[in-house]
């Protein structure tokens, strides 16, 4: 089974779409993340079945220059509330929040300077975007003219979809073949934990 945990993130991160790479990326370069960015992605990982024990393991270290005394006052509660540890009878009740779609993440909080959360395909201008994709190893020049073109468009999810099936392309040709996945489970994707679920199935 998958090893879902704290010091595995790194790994499982090459699975993560560009959103939640930017994230990570972020994360790992300031050894911090504002707010919204520490709640989208906080409720990306449970979503991607990191328990809440791993989830304060992964922020606690991830947090690297903060005492444990500021991190158990101004970030611990949080995170265990997104996960419905602590809270109101309800919060508790339904486990927490939701992770987030592209959707919410398209339309809500748009990043303001500093902050990491949001869509990379919607909320960077394009040389930051080609420049990110890049930093990634997508830099297939149709491909990034592609992208360039959806975000013209404004149709972001396709873009994001779009270097989805470039990323894959030969797991998803022998998924097809193999009649291992249908057209319906490769049609579009609209969350961003069906694009680690389908990525992390495609390459293991
Ligand atoms: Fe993330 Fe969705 Fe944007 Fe893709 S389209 S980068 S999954 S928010």
Not at 1 to 8: E, H, L, Q, V
Not at 80 to 108: A, M, W
Not at 189 to 198: D, T
Request: with cysteine.
């Amino acid at each position: 089974g998958a090893d879902i945990s704290a010091r595995n993130i790194d790994n499982l991160s090459t699975h993560f779409p560009l959103c939640m790479q930017h994230l990570h990326r972020s994360l790992r370069r300031d050894a911090h993340l504002k707010h919204f960015g520490r709640l989208q992605y906080t409720l990306f990982l449970k979503g991607i079945g990191l328990n809440l024990e791993e989830c304060l393991v992964f922020w606690r270290s991830a947090f690297h220059k903060v005492t444990d005394d500021q991190f158990n006052k101004e970030y611990r509660y949080n995170v265990r509330h997104v996960y419905g540890d602590v809270g109101g009878d309800s919060n508790r009740r339904s486990g927490g929040y939701s992770p987030f779609s592209c959707q919410k993440i398209l339309t809500e909080h748009p990043p303001g300077p500093g902050e990491a959360h949001g869509c990379p395909y919607r909320h960077f201008n394009l040389d930051n975007l080609t420049a990110l994709l890049q930093g990634v190893g997508i830099s297939d020049q149709s491909v990034l003219r592609g992208v360039k073109e959806d975000k013209e468009k404004q149709k972001f999810h396709l873009a994001c979809n779009r270097v989805f099936e470039h990323v894959h392309k030969n797991e998803m040709k022998q998924a097809k073949d193999e009649g291992i996945m249908t057209s319906a489970q490769l049609e579009t994707i609209v969350h961003p934990n069906e694009y680690f679920k389908r990525s992390y199935l495609l390459k293991n």
